[in-house]
């Protein structure tokens, strides 16, 4: 016999199940579902309570986010081409702005929104939360010190986009990388640098950064002239060129206050410097220097004024020493001088004898 079949032979026989005892565990079964049906049935409504009002908290506060952006590009685009709105940033740097804030702070309202569902729905539920809002603290620890440069180039980042540091377009020097912003993210800032190429930056390495794009910039040109020349026909000079070329376009536009002449900056006994400086519009400082540089010495040329500086002349060479290269004389030139009578050999004695 197999002890499969020696095992089926000695297992005892179930009992069969009386009708009584049949009614006894359905009552049972029955009387438990009407004990519990009330906790089932409220923790159910609950837990359905909680969904619809956070799902619809969340739509609302979304739609009303990107209504309050929307109205923001609206207010921007309605002083645009006004004298307000050339001091304004661009139409890309405002869209990708209010997107990237926008989008910041519809993610921090779902998360929000959504997390404080979840740990009401797990409250419903009789879950203990303290174990678990330990232990995520203790991985929310874990992984900012694991990921501590993600989080600080995204804080970086998002406070850069509330304050408005820089934005598409600007010109800006950040320390690490200068040129001109192509992109503005969250984590990372791309630059297109003066050869064409392109910087990305992560915005929690900018310690520090220079706007050359906001407000305004100012234009300095030097004029070095003869130390001879009469001051007062220079400065009329300069400033007939300067006020020709502020009623010129597009001149009119980036200009944006008179062009000042300082003073004298510097007097040598060879040339005197006169400073000049005028308010521009940001960006445009080089083209207004070299414009008025050029406008200011045609008008020098045609007024007979000379400009000077640059690499000073060199002193003409003096005729060389025709004994320059000869050696001083020696004392061992002559046989007859104690020196060389020293400096001869002694003669070799004879051995021989």
């Known amino acids: 016999m197999s002890w499969s079949a020696l095992a089926a032979a000695t297992e005892p026989e179930p009992m069969p199940v009386t009708l009584d005892e049949a009614a006894e565990r359905a009552t049972n079964a029955a009387s438990w579902v009407e004990e519990n049906w009330s906790t089932w049935l409220n923790t159910g409504l609950r837990i359905l309570l909680i969904l619809v009002v956070a799902l619809l908290l969340r739509m609302a506060v979304r739609r009303a986010l990107t209504k309050l952006i929307e109205r923001m590009n609206r207010s921007a685009q309605a002083v645009e081409g006004t004298t307000l709105g050339g001091?304004?940033?661009?139409?890309?740097r405002r869209r990708q702005r209010s997107e990237a804030i926008g989008s910041v702070l519809r993610s921090v309202a779902s998360f929000l929104i959504l997390g404080t569902a979840a740990l009401m729905i797990?409250?419903?539920?009789?879950?203990d939360l303290a174990p678990l809002l330990a232990s995520a603290g203790v991985a929310g620890v874990a992984i900012g010190f694991g990921a501590r440069n993600l989080v600080t180039d995204f804080l970086s980042g998002v406070f850069m986009i509330l304050e408005d540091q820089y934005g598409v377009g600007d010109s800006v020097d950040a320390g690490v990388a200068s040129g001109e912003v192509v992109e503005v993210g969250l984590r990372v800032t791309k630059l297109r640098g003066v050869d064409g190429e392109i910087w990305y930056v992560r915005n929690g390495e900018i310690k520090r950064i220079g706007n050359l794009s906001q407000g305004w910039a100012t234009?300095?040109?030097d004029v070095t002239v003869r130390p001879t020349e009469d001051l007062d026909a220079v400065k009329a000079v300069i400033i007939e060129a300067a006020d020709s070329m502020a009623k010129e376009e597009p001149w009119d536009e980036?200009?944006?206050?008179?062009v000042e002449v300082l003073g004298l900056s510097e007097v040598l006994l060879d040339s005197m410097t006169i400073r000049v400086s005028a308010k521009t519009m940001p960006g445009k400082k080089l083209g207004v220097e070299r414009e008025l540089?050029?406008?200011i010495?045609?008008?020098l040329d045609e007024a007979g004024i000379r400009i000077v500086?640059?690499?000073?002349p060199q002193a003409e060479e003096s005729k060389a020493d025709p004994t320059a290269g000869m050696a001083a004389p020696s004392a061992f030139a002559s046989t007859t001088s104690p020196q060389s009578a020293a400096a001869t050999p002694l003669p070799r004695p004879d051995l021989s004898k």
Do not use: S
């Not at 001091?87 to 890309?92: A, D, G, I, P, Y």
């Open 87 to 92: 001091l304004l940033v661009n139409t890309e």
């Open 122 to 127: 797990l409250g419903a539920f009789k879950i």
């Open 219 to 221: 234009a300095g040109v």
């Open 254 to 258: 980036r200009l944006w206050g008179p």
């Open 293 to 295: 540089r050029w406008r």
């Open 297 to 299: 010495k045609r008008g």
């Open 309 to 312: 500086g640059g690499v000073p």
